[in-house]
């Protein structure tokens, strides 16, 4: 079974950037989509940014569009989350999910499905001053 390993998170000043990685003990190009889903306690979990096994597919939600960008190197079985123009309400847990089913292709619905998904342990990202 792949195993999916989240790094990079840690402490950033607002305005800060971080670059998670994700890295897959098999191939990330077994995955159909791979995707960051986030989670701070009190509130709800929520879908972040999905990329398709080709790359052509990317769906950012839009709290984070424009400043968070997602890419994969399929050679290095990795994906990557740029986060940039961090603000306090980035703060949470950020886990890597992936999709071996293709069912949903990578969108706003991809979500919907994330608890039959492959997780990673996580990585915590906390945005203060």
């Known amino acids: 079974q792949v195993q999916l390993v989240e790094s990079g998170g840690g402490l950033v000043q607002p305005g800060g950037s971080l670059r998670l990685s994700c890295a897959a003990s098999?191939?990330?190009?077994?995955?159909?989509?791979i995707g960051w889903v986030r989670q701070d306690p009190g509130k709800e979990r929520e879908g972040v940014s999905c990329?398709?096994?080709?790359?052509?597919?990317?769906f950012y939600a839009d709290s984070v569009k424009g400043r968070f960008t997602i890419s994969r190197d399929n050679a290095k079985n990795t994906v990557f989350l740029q986060m940039n123009s961090l603000k306090p309400e980035d703060t949470a847990v950020y886990y890597c999910?992936?999709?071996?089913?293709?069912?949903?292709?990578?969108?706003?619905?991809?979500?919907?499905?994330?608890?039959?998904?492959?997780w990673g342990q996580g990585t915590q990202v906390t945005v203060s001053s």
């Open positions: 990329i398709s096994s080709s790359s052509g597919q990317i």
């Open positions: 098999g191939f990330t190009s077994d995955y159909y989509a």
């Open positions: 999910t992936g999709d071996h089913s293709g069912l949903t292709p990578c969108g706003s619905t991809w979500f919907w499905d994330v608890p039959r998904y492959d």
